[in-house]
């Protein structure tokens, strides 16, 4: 193993401790449920550290709401997987999980003693407004980023009507939303095929590259571009010169 292979070794371990930490802190101090996460999660990944970008994290969000299981759980393990591999995603996993299973085994200690409490009927009050607020910040993002044009609005507000008001099974909306979005191209002509398919909100070419090629060179994003251990700005290329063979 060379010197490079080495110190990709090092930055992927220490970028998979960095993803317990952030998901570790969000699952602990974010109550609502993994919607209510999303606003905190896309804070610390995209604002505040700059691991991924606005794109790539609405394709995690919009394949895990797609996908089987817990929505945190889900885009937790695309961004670790993304950011620090197997072992990056594993960590995330681990840290989300570990708030939801202490929080659970305190609640069936204490729960039916306080739950009449005055104190803690007021404060778990709080907690659903907050929570409430983060998951309508949540709706107002993904508006603004992914309905872009006049068929996404239209397939948006038909989904709001049959889930809220004919209580139409979510399964069934989102396949049918699902199938609409592929057929749509192909039923509109050749223009509007080409302006579907040109949509930015399409999945980007590194989540699909993520979701295709698991041998794909992970980017370790916040460690060798800003020049830790060995790497320059300009790529991953070790800073030090090689000395030249005589």
Not at 241 to 246: A, C, V, Y
Request: aromatic letters at 10%; proline letters at 4%; a neutral charge.
């Amino acid at each position: 193993m060379n010197e490079l292979q080495q110190t990709r070794k090092v930055s992927q371990f220490i970028m998979g401790l960095r993803m317990f930490v952030i998901f570790l802190k969000t699952g602990t101090f974010t109550f609502g449920g993994g919607l209510a996460m999303i606003p905190v999660l896309e804070y610390e990944l995209c604002e505040k550290h700059k691991y991924l970008t606005d794109r790539e994290f609405l394709d995690y969000v919009a394949i895990s709401q797609s996908l089987p299981g817990v929505v945190a759980i889900n885009i937790s393990i695309m961004s670790g997987r993304k950011l620090a591999g197997y072992w990056g995603a594993f960590m995330a996993a681990l840290a989300m999980a570990i708030p939801a299973f202490v929080s659970i085994i305190l609640i069936l200690m204490f729960l039916i003693s306080i739950r009449t409490h005055p104190v803690a009927h007021g404060f778990l009050g709080g907690v659903k407004a907050a929570s409430a607020a983060l998951i309508f910040v949540t709706a107002v993002k993904m508006w603004r980023n992914v309905v872009n044009a006049w068929w996404k609005a239209a397939v948006a507000i038909v989904s709001f009507v049959l889930i809220v008001i004919w209580s139409v099974n979510v399964v069934w909306v989102i396949l049918g939303a699902g199938a609409l979005g592929l057929l749509l191209p192909f039923l509109c002509g050749k223009d509007s095929r080409e302006t579907v398919l040109d949509d930015e909100s399409l999945i980007s070419p590194q989540t699909m590259e993520l979701l295709t090629d698991s041998t794909a060179e992970l980017p370790l994003r916040g460690l060798h571009s800003r020049g830790h251990f060995g790497y320059t700005p300009e790529g991953d290329a070790p800073a030090q010169t090689e000395e030249k063979e005589d």
